[in-house]
């Protein structure tokens, strides 16, 4: 049942809109096809539609006091807590393989219920960028923005007493008397030298806040980069572990998306960007690959970024370590499908493999 040319030639002239011919219209088999295109790496690599590159990547790094430090996470292989000297030069290794950009995460001296080494000038954050800024200038800097990890308590914002808030239930997050501390964080990192600041902490109001503070103090260029579509996902165990974040009571469902729900961040992507956010990130990737596909669809003119977290990062490593899987293959394959789905740019802890393993071809 094979078309003759001429058939086939018919078809192609007739579009059902004037424009584009009809499906049906197309050749079907044995006319069509597609394994043609498939059949050597040099056609396959011609008609690829996403390209995985270094310059894809976000490193996540976690930053501890001390010299010469460079301490492993349990279960996340590959992943260090670095003191400053050590950060700096694993951040011009990294920038040497290509990668952009990296996110730090700091690990304060000691903490108490505002967190009040996440805004010192000469906090473990400061530090951090000063110490990649001299190593490596052409490296992006973005800081985490939150209180977790620097709070006695272990919550994202300050929390309610008995005594300042008798109407509440004591330890409630206080989420408009937090966005000036999320400002003043934001404002101590910019006069450090960060690029860009990633509030995460999900609060109402949090990244025109933080818009606000930056403008008033005089770095209007430095940009928000906003964990807008942040789910309360059981994949940040690990991360909780090697930010030392975990609250120490209750859990982050007061303010963290709810996994079910996918029109709710388009709203939350919406109101970041009305309040000034320049770049917008849903997290994590692998369980909502269709929420990165719904936000790239809806705002186009947004650069979006997806966070592959620590759970990700972890479940891949583990089955490579049995033998399970191959590493570099899954990871690869991992990144690729978050850029399809529509990410332009994938925060990763397999930044610096996965940018080698493209380098080497
Ligand atoms: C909070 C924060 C978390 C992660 C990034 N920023 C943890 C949380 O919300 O509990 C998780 C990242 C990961 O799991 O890799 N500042």
């Given at each position: 049942m094979s078309l003759t040319f001429d058939q086939l030639l018919r078809q192609a002239n007739t579009p059902a809109d004037g424009l584009t011919p009809a499906a049906d219209a197309r050749p079907a088999y044995p006319a069509a096809r597609p394994r043609r295109l498939r059949q050597s790496p040099g056609i396959r690599a011609m008609v690829r539609e996403t390209r995985l590159a270094p310059a894809d990547f976000v490193s996540p790094f976690f930053v501890t006091h001390g010299r010469g430090v460079r301490n492993p996470i349990n279960a996340m292989p590959g992943i260090y807590q670095w003191s400053p000297d050590r950060l700096a030069e694993e951040g011009a290794r990294l920038a040497a393989l290509g990668v952009p950009a990296v996110l730090l995460f700091g690990l304060p001296a000691s903490k108490d219920p505002v967190g009040l080494?996440?805004?010192?000038?000469?906090?473990i954050v400061p530090q951090a960028i000063r110490a990649l800024k001299a190593a490596a200038p052409e490296l992006v800097v973005i800081t985490d923005v939150c209180l977790c990890e620097y709070t006695d308590h272990g919550h994202c914002g300050l929390l309610s007493t008995p005594a300042s808030?008798?109407?509440?239930?004591?330890?409630?997050?206080l989420n408009d008397e937090t966005l000036p501390v999320l400002a003043r964080v934001a404002v101590a990192h910019a006069e450090a030298g960060a690029d860009m600041v990633a509030p995460?902490?999900?609060?109402?109001?949090a990244v025109g806040a933080i818009r606000a503070g930056l403008d008033d103090f005089g770095?209007?260029?430095?940009a928000i980069l906003a964990y807008s579509v942040k789910y309360a996902s059981s994949f940040y165990g690990l991360f909780r572990e090697a930010a030392q974040?975990?609250?120490?009571?209750?859990?982050?469902q007061s303010h963290q998306m709810d996994p079910a729900n996918a029109r709710e961040a388009l709203r939350e992507a919406a109101l970041d960007l009305a309040e000034g956010a320049d770049m917008l990130m849903v997290k994590p990737a692998l369980a909502y690959l269709d929420v990165i596909r719904q936000t790239r669809d809806r705002f186009p003119e947004a650069p979006l970024a997806a966070y592959n977290v620590s759970g990700e990062y972890a479940m891949l490593k583990a089955a490579a370590a049995n033998g399970w899987l191959d590493e570099r293959r899954a990871v690869l394959e991992t990144l690729t499908s978050i850029k399809r789905a529509g990410a332009d740019l994938v925060i990763t802890y397999h930044a610096a493999d996965a940018a080698g393993w493209l380098r080497a071809g």
């Amino acid at each position: 049942m094979s078309l003759t040319f001429d058939q086939l030639l018919r078809q192609a002239n007739t579009p059902a809109d004037g424009l584009t011919p009809a499906a049906d219209a197309r050749p079907a088999y044995p006319a069509a096809r597609p394994r043609r295109l498939r059949q050597s790496p040099g056609i396959r690599a011609m008609v690829r539609e996403t390209r995985l590159a270094p310059a894809d990547f976000v490193s996540p790094f976690f930053v501890t006091h001390g010299r010469g430090v460079r301490n492993p996470i349990n279960a996340m292989p590959g992943i260090y807590q670095w003191s400053p000297d050590r950060l700096a030069e694993e951040g011009a290794r990294l920038a040497a393989l290509g990668v952009p950009a990296v996110l730090l995460f700091g690990l304060p001296a000691s903490k108490d219920p505002v967190g009040l080494e996440n805004f010192a000038p000469d906090g473990i954050v400061p530090q951090a960028i000063r110490a990649l800024k001299a190593a490596a200038p052409e490296l992006v800097v973005i800081t985490d923005v939150c209180l977790c990890e620097y709070t006695d308590h272990g919550h994202c914002g300050l929390l309610s007493t008995p005594a300042s808030h008798p109407q509440l239930a004591a330890g409630t997050i206080l989420n408009d008397e937090t966005l000036p501390v999320l400002a003043r964080v934001a404002v101590a990192h910019a006069e450090a030298g960060a690029d860009m600041v990633a509030p995460s902490g999900m609060l109402d109001g949090a990244v025109g806040a933080i818009r606000a503070g930056l403008d008033d103090f005089g770095y209007p260029n430095v940009a928000i980069l906003a964990y807008s579509v942040k789910y309360a996902s059981s994949f940040y165990g690990l991360f909780r572990e090697a930010a030392q974040g975990a609250p120490r009571f209750g859990d982050r469902q007061s303010h963290q998306m709810d996994p079910a729900n996918a029109r709710e961040a388009l709203r939350e992507a919406a109101l970041d960007l009305a309040e000034g956010a320049d770049m917008l990130m849903v997290k994590p990737a692998l369980a909502y690959l269709d929420v990165i596909r719904q936000t790239r669809d809806r705002f186009p003119e947004a650069p979006l970024a997806a966070y592959n977290v620590s759970g990700e990062y972890a479940m891949l490593k583990a089955a490579a370590a049995n033998g399970w899987l191959d590493e570099r293959r899954a990871v690869l394959e991992t990144l690729t499908s978050i850029k399809r789905a529509g990410a332009d740019l994938v925060i990763t802890y397999h930044a610096a493999d996965a940018a080698g393993w493209l380098r080497a071809g």
